[in-house]
């Protein structure tokens, strides 16, 4: 995607600013074993594990926050699959008219490097259809989806997918550290 001439100026920045991120994010992703991969720092931790049919799906969609308790910890495993398959996956589903199939869509990759291999995918996914829209098709509104993104802008969507990359990739940066770190 580095490589492509885009001429609308907003569609431009916006695929330089992914192309940055992609790069931070998958840097610190390179070498991630499938013990960091599912490591859980703490007891209650959520993550993606095999069910009884040996398919690994994630435990919760939304941990939820309570004012009682801190916030739940999620593994690197959950943090990878929320940006490849709820963000980006998600966002190609219910906002985008060329969907490709993406079979059962609650099963995500047992190991690192297939999960890090589905991430890529998707990623490219969202961002070849961000970029064919163009700069008047990304200021416009959606005019579908759930909930109230079809009166949001394409701009707006792709601002928040790079909210959820940028958030959760610098997580599991700070995951990957504190795992490094664990019996030093």
């Given at each position: 995607?580095?490589?492509?001439?885009?001429?609308?100026?907003?569609?431009?920045?916006?695929?330089?600013?992914?192309?940055?991120v992609?790069?931070?994010?998958?840097?610190?992703?390179?070498?991630?074993t499938?013990?960091e991969?599912?490591?859980?720092?703490v007891?209650d931790c959520?993550?993606?594990?095999?069910?009884?049919?040996g398919?690994?799906?994630?435990?919760?969609?939304?941990?939820?926050?309570?004012?009682?308790?801190?916030?739940?910890?999620?593994t690197i495993?959950?943090?990878?699959?929320?940006?490849?398959?709820?963000?980006l996956?998600?966002y190609?589903?219910?906002?985008?008219?060329?969907?490709?199939?993406?079979?059962?869509?609650?099963?995500?990759?047992?190991?690192?490097?297939?999960?890090?291999?589905?991430?890529a995918?998707?990623?490219?996914?969202f961002?070849?259809?961000?970029?064919?829209?163009?700069?008047?098709?990304?200021?416009?509104?959606?005019?579908?989806?759930p909930g109230?993104?079809?009166?949001?802008?394409?701009?707006k969507?792709?601002?928040?997918?790079?909210?959820?990359?940028?958030?959760?990739?610098?997580?599991?940066?700070?995951?990957?550290?504190l795992?490094?770190?664990e019996?030093?």
């Amino acid at each position: 995607m580095a490589d492509m001439i885009v001429p609308d100026p907003v569609t431009r920045d916006i695929l330089a600013t992914f192309e940055e991120v992609r790069y931070q994010l998958f840097g610190r992703l390179e070498g991630l074993t499938d013990a960091e991969y599912h490591w859980e720092p703490v007891g209650d931790c959520i993550g993606i594990r095999p069910g009884d049919d040996g398919l690994f799906r994630v435990a919760t969609l939304f941990p939820e926050s309570s004012p009682d308790a801190p916030d739940p910890v999620t593994t690197i495993a959950w943090r990878i699959w929320h940006i490849g398959n709820l963000c980006l996956r998600g966002y190609v589903i219910y906002l985008f008219d060329d969907v490709p199939d993406y079979g059962d869509r609650d099963v995500w990759p047992g190991t690192a490097k297939e999960g890090i291999q589905a991430l890529a995918e998707d990623w490219e996914h969202f961002i070849s259809r961000i970029a064919a829209l163009g700069d008047k098709r990304l200021l416009a509104p959606i005019g579908m989806g759930p909930g109230g993104w079809a009166d949001e802008t394409y701009l707006k969507l792709a601002l928040h997918a790079l909210k959820e990359a940028t958030h959760h990739g610098g997580e599991i940066g700070l995951l990957r550290d504190l795992y490094l770190r664990e019996g030093v």
